[in-house]
């Protein structure tokens, strides 16, 4: 098998050829997307942090400038949305939009959140351990970090429902050469989801509640596209990655019975397992950049104005910096895996995200202590974010 990100076998498992892009070539051009792949952690690692690259180019110089062909008229009201949230622009832009919202994510805030993620956890739980189990993904892993985000914005209950769908759209734009219909399912997603939280942010400026939305609706350096892009990020950001980690990571630990009983053995180990399990099948496989200037990767001449592909997926698996790197061992103490990516982008969202997933694990092993998989799961068609359908498991 080759590096083919369309092909469902590959998706499913595509560690072996990683191995041998790491050994034979680890930096390489991928004619279909024409980008340069990058697999070694030291590179990725160190590209993630590299100036000379960044999210987007148009800080710098218009498509045209740089030499690459402006998006199709139809797709305007999606990268409006997108290109007004801190992931896809670069300082000073970047500097300003991350000091604004990470007053909503300091330590104390994200800690003092631990209480309702648990209470939230706990009721999704008990009634998956009660109706006997079902589809993990649906039931337990897609809810709760939808429904944290949800609360922390303040998006009223009646609307949640709209959230997970407009998020999973949104996303599929990310996919590498993503069908017409997946576009047009992004644009309208994004112009839907625009609208909704320009609705909000109006409400809430004229009448404050204690939620992010109203903090943001009431900060005037915001423009109402920032706001915009801001919330739209937090929310794909903060549940698309927790999703799939849930599920990959039960998938893992089946797939790994002698590691679930150690964990489940062990509580103790819950914040190493969740690192491992981020490691060991990483939810995000690939992360793009931009090259603003001509670069020399592994003796490798890059130039200006090509993008690269890090594998994050492959860079996690590297033997030159993890013992053992095909097994699972949730016990792993030295895991500087790169899954939250490095730098200037580094997910602001990490310590929300880790308290999520150890809380949900924690209360799945204790409430479902007999969970068992029912039948092997199927992966989801996407390569860049990648997770399974479903996952079907009983709690006798």
Not at 4 to 23: G, I, M, Q
Not at 121 to 150: C, M, R, S
Not at 179 to 195: C, M, R
Not at 252 to 265: T, Y
């Amino acid at each position: 098998m080759r590096f083919d990100p369309w092909n469902p076998d590959f998706v499913a498992s595509p560690y072996t050829v990683y191995d041998e892009l790491r050994r034979e070539a680890p930096v390489s051009f991928f004619e279909p997307t024409g980008q340069w792949l990058i697999a070694r952690h030291a590179d990725v690692n160190a590209l993630l942090r590299d100036r000379r690259l960044g999210r987007s180019y148009l800080h710098l110089a218009t498509h045209e400038e740089f030499g690459r062909e402006p998006e199709p008229d139809f797709q305007e009201p999606f990268w409006r949305v997108i290109r007004a949230g801190m992931l896809d622009v670069e300082p000073p832009v970047h500097t300003r939009l991350r000091r604004l919202v990470s007053k909503a994510f300091t330590p104390r805030m994200v800690e003092s959140m631990r209480p309702r993620v648990r209470a939230i956890v706990e009721g999704l739980v008990d009634d998956f351990v009660e109706k006997g189990g079902g589809d993990l993904i649906a039931e337990v892993a897609e809810p709760l970090p939808v429904t944290v985000i949800a609360e922390m914005l303040g998006v009223p209950d009646a609307d949640r429902h709209l959230l997970r769908p407009w998020s999973a759209d949104i996303c599929g734009m990310y996919e590498l050469n993503p069908s017409q219909e997946a576009q047009h399912t992004a644009v309208t997603a994004a112009a839907e989801f625009s609208d909704y939280l320009k609705g909000l942010a109006r409400a809430r400026r004229a009448a404050p509640g204690e939620d992010l939305i109203s903090a943001l609706a009431q900060i005037e350096e915001l423009t109402e596209d920032e706001l915009v892009g801001t919330c739209v990020l937090l929310l794909n950001a903060g549940h698309e990655a927790t999703v799939n980690v849930t599920g990959n990571g039960w998938w893992s630990l089946f797939r790994n019975p002698s590691e679930l009983v150690r964990l489940r053995q062990d509580l103790s180990l819950l914040p190493t397992a969740v690192e491992e399990l981020m490691r060991y099948d990483t939810p995000l496989q690939m992360f793009e950049r931009w090259v603003l200037e001509d670069i020399e990767v592994g003796g490798v001449a890059i130039p200006k104005g090509v993008e690269i592909a890090l594998l994050f997926g492959s860079a996690n698996r590297d033997p030159e910096v993890f013992d053992r790197p095909d097994a699972l061992d949730v016990g792993r103490a030295d895991n500087p895996h790169i899954s939250f990516g490095a730098g200037i982008h580094f997910c602001l969202g990490a310590p929300l995200a880790r308290i999520e997933l150890v809380e949900s694990f924690g209360a799945l092993l204790r409430r479902a202590p007999d969970i068992a998989l029912v039948e092997e799961p199927e992966w989801n068609p996407g390569y860049i974010i990648r997770g399974l359908r479903s996952l079907d498991v009983s709690c006798e």
